[in-house]
């Protein structure tokens, strides 16, 4: 049985291959954006992040198999936009060996009941438009696109 937990900074050996894995495919994906590291992530990176971030793993034998970074966002007496609270998830990863095993769906459902518990509104996320796997996760867990974001390269 899946642990759900809020992560903590001795969880950086863990969450760093992972984080490791997401980058490399985004690297491999859109290599005139992002830099191609070894480490995606220094410790001391990752404790900033702890520090600014609700961040989360999914343990399944002991093992780190699954994390997320998250946020609230909160629009209140804008103009144009309703009130809300978002909860934001700003990285979202299952270990690519424990793919199609429910891990993922299993890791969302708990953040969905987090993002409720906390008053939010909706859960919001960004996804880059070559991870398909990712869009097809998503869709399947009832979110929709809402957005998009267009780019042309200037030099």
């Given at each position: 049985m899946a642990l759900f937990r809020k992560a903590d900074l001795e969880d950086f050996d863990a969450i760093l291959?992972?984080?490791n894995?997401?980058?490399?495919?985004?690297?491999?994906?859109?290599?005139?954006?992002y830099r191609n590291l070894q480490n995606a992530i220094t410790k001391e990176e990752y404790a900033q992040e702890l520090q600014m971030h609700e961040v989360y793993v999914l343990e399944d034998n002991n093992k780190i198999i699954g994390y997320s970074f998250c946020y609230v966002m909160e629009i209140k007496d804008h103009p144009l936009i309703l009130n809300q609270k978002i909860f934001f998830i700003d990285?979202?990863?299952?270990?690519?060996?424990?793919?199609?095993?429910?891990?993922?769906?299993a890791m969302f459902e708990e953040?969905?009941?987090?993002?409720?518990a906390q008053g939010c509104t909706s859960i919001e996320l960004n996804?880059?438009?070559f991870?398909?796997?990712?869009?097809?996760?998503?869709k399947s867990m009832q979110m929709r696109r809402t957005r998009i974001r267009m780019q042309k390269a200037l030099g």
């Open positions: 291959p992972l984080k894995e997401v980058h490399q495919k985004h690297v491999q994906a859109e290599p005139d954006f990285d979202y990863c299952v270990a690519r060996r424990e793919k199609r095993k429910g891990y993922g769906r953040l969905e009941k987090l993002a409720k996804v880059w438009d991870n398909e796997e990712a869009k097809t996760f998503y």
